[in-house]
């Protein structure tokens, strides 16, 4: 099993540093980097906006990283009266290192049909704020059904996520030289920017017989319409490293 790590940095280094640790072969081929989002100055009038009982929702770590510094930068802090929610529990771990905050989020599949069930999101939240922490291009599930059962949402994009170009035959010629033969991928963004990437006759002759690992049935829904065999599919448990690294080792 020779691996490619599509994830960006750090994680994807990190990954791959594990996996070498234990004797696996896996190569770094990071397909986005992430820079401060163009409105991230704004932080701080977004969260003066929030009163007692308004929501903060944390879609990932980075949106941590890049609001939690901004503030910092310009003195805010985050609000002491609202309630805290993250995507999945490396996020919430990440909130928690940089501000001492806790934040509840799913145990289960870290995604935002998960976040949704919290009973307390399913009623109650009528003419609530809630602000969204996200990147952009991301999806909109969670802000229109927060809209629907009635909060007012606000959604606020804290970094951008930048396509990282390579020239997709030279990238496949090294992949076939490594003989690449599981693929991890986390995004939506990225399994798309790697199926077009490579060029179209191998495709079906060598990427979708990789095997794949995805971390929600929703990744895994989207790899078959693109071609992959629901068998060549693995989910992991979360989108975190370990649970990557569970799979692979």
């Not at 994830?7 to 986005?32: D, Q, T, W």
């Not at 985050?78 to 999945?88: E, F, K, L």
């Not at 529990?89 to 995604?111: A, D, F, H, V, W």
């Not at 919290?118 to 991301?138: D, H, M, V």
Request: aromatic content about 10%; glycine content about 6%.
């Amino acid at each position: 099993m020779n691996i490619l790590v599509t994830r960006p940095s750090p994680n994807g280094e990190e990954l791959v540093h594990k996996l070498l640790a234990i004797g696996k072969f896996a190569h770094h081929l990071p397909l986005i980097y992430f820079s401060s989002g163009k409105n991230l100055p704004l932080i701080k009038k977004y969260l003066n906006l929030l009163e007692s009982g308004d929501l903060l929702f944390f879609l990932s770590q980075h949106a941590v990283k890049y609001a939690h510094f901004q503030l910092l930068k310009t003195g805010g802090h985050w609000p002491s009266t609202i309630t805290y929610y993250s995507i999945g529990s490396r996020t919430s771990l990440k909130m928690y290192i940089l501000s001492g905050i806790s934040s509840k989020y799913p145990y289960n599949e870290e995604t935002s049909e998960n976040l949704l069930q919290f009973p307390e999101l399913i009623q109650n939240i009528s003419g609530r704020r809630a602000l969204i922490l996200k990147g952009n291009n991301g999806r909109t599930l969670l802000q229109n059904t927060l809209q629907q059962r009635g909060a007012l949402v606000l959604s606020f994009e804290c970094y951008t996520r930048n396509p990282i170009k390579y020239n997709g035959q030279e990238q496949l010629n090294l992949m076939l030289a490594l003989n690449i033969t599981t693929i991890v991928v986390t995004t939506k963004e990225t399994l798309k920017q790697l199926y077009y990437l490579i060029p179209q006759h191998y495709r079906d002759t060598w990427l979708i017989q990789c095997q794949l690992i995805v971390v929600s049935i929703r990744l895994s829904k989207i790899a078959e319409n693109l071609g992959w065999n629901k068998t060549n599919i693995i989910i992991a448990k979360s989108a975190n490293n370990n649970a990557i690294f569970n799979i692979l080792k």
